[in-house]
């Protein structure tokens, strides 16, 4: 518990959701037929094996009232981490013919962000926020002498950062109106 400016008491709350999955899955698709194999079809098989998925995400908000109005941070980190390995074959009425790609995946992701909710008059509200997004991937080849296929690491990152006014604040005036096709005046 904490007070703000105004002398009144607010509460800081923090949020924390883990999440974790493994799965295993397979399928057919032959969306070409005869076009790159004319004798046996173009038949794929896409196996993903033992794939696990995990998952954080965490914030906190800190609720304040600046001058009698309303704004509420909140600062938090978010994580994946999705591990698949996925099969490529080369399959005739789902009969191996030969395997085109074997890859083990390791790709990690890594998200701080900021967020600023302002309520400066009771019809018009700010959010604004930045985010950061960093990825690493990390593919390791299953098959040998087998050219063109996938094998390394690589790190990309991604700033983000967005602001626009809220108008569904207008809507407890009856000034506006949100339909799936925009807003109109009312």
Known sequence: M?????GSPTTTPSRSTATAS???STSFSNFTFFLNDPVNGDQIEQSDR???VAGLDTDVRAPRHPLRRSLVSTAGFQFRLDRPRVVL???ADRHLLERTQDVNI???SYSPFVKFDFTPLPWLRFITGARGDIFNFNVRNNLTGVPDQPNGSATQAHPERQGQPDPRALVRDGVLRQSRD???QQ
């Open 2 to 6: 904490s007070t703000c400016a105004g």
């Open 22 to 24: 493994t799965t295993s």
């Open 50 to 52: 033992n794939r696990i």
């Open 89 to 91: 074959s080369h399959t």
């Open 106 to 108: 390791f790709e990690t």
């Open 182 to 184: 925009g807003l109109s």
